[in-house]
């Protein structure tokens, strides 16, 4: 069973608001991953975590935070966004790895995200 | 850093024919390469990948391709049905200069299937 869940699915919040977004896999999956995707553009990393350290930040700004709170969870903490964060948050996951190996990279849903 | 570039941007096709969508990657050291598909306000769908040790790779109506000396690899659909309509997605994963593997996504082919 292949399965990312993300949640909430729809989130609508002010700029001055303080939420999170959830990502859950319980496939023994070491490395997990926040992309950002806007309207009709391909998803784009924003981080990774490997063995629950953040290894990648894409130059992100710090209104987003990322949390890997066990091996199975991922947060993404929201505050103070700007309109133009506004897209589709994707969360995923894919097996340890020790040396370069191309495992599998799997996905979840999504949250949408509209900040007003 | 990778580079992956993705035709054609849209693509119809008539109902049973084939469908050919093409992407070029520019980092050598790229070992593997996914395709998704992603239908509309749904999550990508990995639904076929190859590794570059394969020359190509086949799962039903679906068929992958990879030339590593041209660096290019394509995904083929046969008999397309309505349903194959969607978004699709070229990937390669290669090394970032800090040594983690990284998703390089192509710009992404909607293709749409006539009836």
């Known amino acids: 069973d292949t399965e990312v869940t993300q949640t909430p699915k729809h989130l609508v919040m002010g700029m001055t608001n303080k939420k999170s977004l959830k990502c859950e896999q319980h496939?023994?999956?070491?490395?997990m991953y926040w992309y950002k995707q806007k309207a009709k553009k391909p998803p784009e990393l924003m981080f990774v975590?490997?063995?629950?350290?953040?290894?990648i930040n894409e130059s992100v700004p710090s209104r987003f935070s990322p949390e890997c709170p066990n091996s199975s969870l991922l947060n993404l903490h929201l505050h103070a966004l700007q309109p133009e964060d506004s897209a589709l948050y994707l969360c995923?996951?894919?097996?340890?790895?020790?040396?370069?190996?191309?495992?599998?990279?799997?996905f979840g849903e999504g949250s949408w995200l509209t900040v007003v | 850093g990778e580079n992956v570039e993705q035709h054609p941007s849209t693509l119809s096709v008539q109902e049973g024919d084939s469908a050919v969508i093409k992407c070029t990657y520019s980092?050598?050291?790229?070992?593997?390469f996914p395709w998704y598909k992603q239908e509309l306000g749904k999550g990508p769908q990995l639904i076929i990948d190859?590794?570059?040790?394969?020359g190509e790779k086949k799962d039903q109506r679906i068929a992958v391709t990879l030339n590593k000396t041209a660096k290019h690899f394509s995904l083929h659909i046969t008999e397309t049905q309505p349903e194959d309509s969607a978004v699709y997605f070229c990937?390669?994963?290669?090394?970032?200069?800090?040594?983690?593997?990284?998703?390089?996504f192509g710009t992404g082919t909607r293709l749409t299937i006539i009836p």
């Open positions: 496939m023994g999956h070491r490395a």
């Open positions: 995923a996951s894919s097996r340890p790895r020790r040396v370069f190996s191309g495992n599998t990279i799997y």
């Open positions: 190859i590794r570059s040790n394969v």
């Open positions: 975590y490997s063995y629950e350290k953040l290894s």
């Open positions: 990937a390669a994963k290669s090394l970032s200069n800090f040594g983690n593997e990284k998703l390089t």
């Open positions: 980092d050598s050291a790229s070992n593997y």
